[in-house]
């Protein structure tokens, strides 16, 4: 047990790492703004497309894990391309290279040549392959090291937000010392400290590497899905039977876990059809030909689940702003309040993590207390729609808030002048960080409880993965709905709404756009709850030469009816 112990300890120093790496990232707004003068708009563009890529990433990886490589060499490739890109970060600085490359070592956009930006970029690109192979693998790593934990219970106490998480997260070592890092001005000296703990973190976890449990790749059962679709394609041409009973289910009596047949998508049923010119057992032997009744149903679950899905989307753009364009305001307001207090934006995302953590806790009370009357569905769409109901409140309060502000510009004078200090209070922003916190609260939470409802059992290994997904899809979306809400505002209105500064955008506009677009998505979301068939679980009594054994089963119904 010592020893499994110790061996949880080295990997655990890799989490260290990423709560590190994961609070800095927090500032690269502020450095690609005034180190490199890109434009915010280009900027958030940067910063969204690094974590959405990061959050997508770890499904594709999680496959691979499965099926290709094993967890540790995930962890130990995943680990070295974090070093590197944390080693090419610091070297993208001005000061790092400026002998080698033959430019001026000031924190100034002159002093940024093309060799800097290749760094930068490709820097980027590794620490987010780094984030997701830790994300995509150690979790399970861990549990094959826990010997006494279930592998499934062991992943789960895992939160999706492993890589995205409060201040008070993992460790308080790590929190401590990145608010450390608001001190430290010069931004080689800032990634050159991350660099040297990626690399010791890594070094940890090489030094256990011959006592580490490791298990090879058993196979996904992701696969099982493809089976279903490859399957249905080749038996189009037959005709599906009048009886579920004439599909092809297992009988193997171990198999305590089946679903039965439902009237939907009625073309996946071809992949149980049981061929008349070839015996069963010869058929069974190829399983990429035939697919039992569970597997068929378990695979139109999926289906089922994909409109849903797409309204998780809206909410992820709504809320990307919070790490991108809140946070830029709130760096050009000069953050007094009468002259005695002073704000910053460590202290609203301090309030929206507090925010975020109650409405949480909030939550998962709330789920319980109708679960307990059998009322879990219900339980999702309302939190659903509390979700987005809190979006578009952020997004209206960002709205005035943004409104007011253009306004002090305007008055002031300061039109032209990006790099002065507005005056005006931080409480103008306070509103929409902790609504922003709220629905993220919401929306998380609600995403991972009804994925763990309704997700298919046979892949409900990759639930949170999914789920990472669905947030990281929604990310990079904003900076499409950015890109494409600036081409038709300047064909509508001859004026583009983003700008190279804040001062010269609209966005305002911009924040009303995205709660029309809530407000429009809560409706598709009633919708699609409406007709989505939710899964509950009952359990069926079956007698056997030993005695009942007791089965479980899936019973399917909509939500009104």
């Known amino acids: 047990m010592p020893s499994t112990l110790l061996n949880v300890g080295k990997i655990l120093v890799l989490f260290w790492s990423d709560v590190f790496v994961a609070f800095v990232f927090w500032m690269m707004m502020d450095y690609l703004t005034e180190v490199w003068m890109i434009s915010f708009v280009h900027a958030a563009g940067i910063v969204n497309i690094f974590w959405g890529t990061a959050h997508v990433l770890p499904l594709a990886i999680r496959y691979l894990v499965d099926t290709t490589i094993s967890k540790y060499w995930m962890i130990l490739v ?12 610091t070297m993208s600085t001005p000061p790092a290279l400026a002998g080698a490359m033959g430019t001026c070592s000031d924190y100034k956009p002159e002093c940024i040549g093309e060799g800097q930006k290749i760094l930068l970029y490709t820097a980027l690109g590794l620490i987010a392959f780094g984030i997701s192979g830790h994300m995509g693998s150690i979790d399970r790593f861990i549990a094959d090291q826990a010997t006494n934990f ?23 070592v790590p929190n401590i010392l990145s608010i450390a890092f608001l001190f430290i ?19 940890v976890f090489l030094s256990g590497s011959s006592s580490y449990r490791r298990r090879k790749p058993q196979g996904s059962s992701l696969t099982t899905v493809v089976r279903v679709f490859v399957a249905s394609i080749s038996k189009l041409s037959y005709r599906c039977p009048r009886h579920a ?30 061929l008349p010119n070839k015996t069963l057992r010869q058929q069974e032997r190829n399983r990429w030909r035939l697919c039992s009744i569970t597997e068929v149903e378990e695979t139109k679950c999926l289906v089922h689940l994909i ?18 364009f809140l946070l830029e305001q709130a760096e ?73 502000r253009l306004d002090v510009v305007r008055s002031h004078g300061l039109i032209d002048k990006p790099d ?61 709905s950015v890109y494409y809400a600036g081409i038709i505002s300047e064909r509508i209105g001859k004026h583009n709404w983003f700008q190279d500064t804040l001062n010269l955008s609209r966005l305002d506009n911009y924040y009303w756009l995205l709660a029309a677009l809530t407000a429009a998505n809560l409706a598709v979301l009633i919708i699609a709850a409406m007709r989505f068939p939710y899964n509950y679980l009952s ?16 019973r399917s119904n909509y939500l009104f009816g």
């Not at 509390?386 to 409140?393: K, P, Q, R």
């Not at 103008?428 to 998380?444: N, T, V």
């Open 245 to 274: 009973s004439e599909l092809y289910e297992r009988s193997d009596i171990n198999d305590l876990y089946v679903v039965p047949h439902s009237r939907g998508l009625r073309w996946l049923d071809k992949a149980a059809i049981i």
């Open 150 to 172: 279930r592998e499934e219970e062991f992943s789960m106490s895992f939160r999706p937000q492993l890589i995205i998480f409060s201040f008070w997260g993992l460790s308080l």
């Open 78 to 89: 995943s680990s070295f391309a974090y070093t590197a890109g944390m080693c090419l970060l």
């Open 307 to 324: 409109p849903i899905c797409f309204t998780f989307i809206i909410p992820g753009v709504v809320s990307s702003i919070g790490n991108t």
């Open 332 to 404: 050009v307001i000069n953050g007094k309040d009468g002259g005695n207090f002073s704000f910053g934006p460590l202290l609203l995302l301090l309030l929206y993590y507090i925010s975020k953590d109650r409405f949480t806790a909030f939550y998962e009370g709330f789920v319980g207390h109708l679960t307990s009357v059998g009322w879990n569905a219900v339980a999702h769409v309302v939190g659903f729609a509390m979700s987005m109901i809190l979006s578009i409140l952020c997004c209206v309060t960002a709205a005035i808030g943004e409104t007011r």
């Open 539 to 554: 359990l069926e009594q079956i007698d056997i030469d030993d005695g009942p054994l007791m089965k479980m089963k899936i």
């Open 185 to 203: 001005k010069s931004w080689k000296i800032k990634f050159g400290i991350l660099a040297m703990f990626t690399t010791v973190s890594t070094l």
């Open 420 to 480: 002065e200090k507005i005056p005006m209070s931080l409480f103008w922003l306070l509103p929409q960080f902790l609504l922003l916190g709220a629905a993220d609260g919401f929306y998380e939470k609600g995403i991972d409880m009804f994925f763990s409802d309704q997700f298919p059992r046979m892949i409900f290994r990759y639930l949170k993965y999914i789920f990472v997904a669905t947030m990281g899809v929604g990310i990079i979306g904003s900076t499409l």
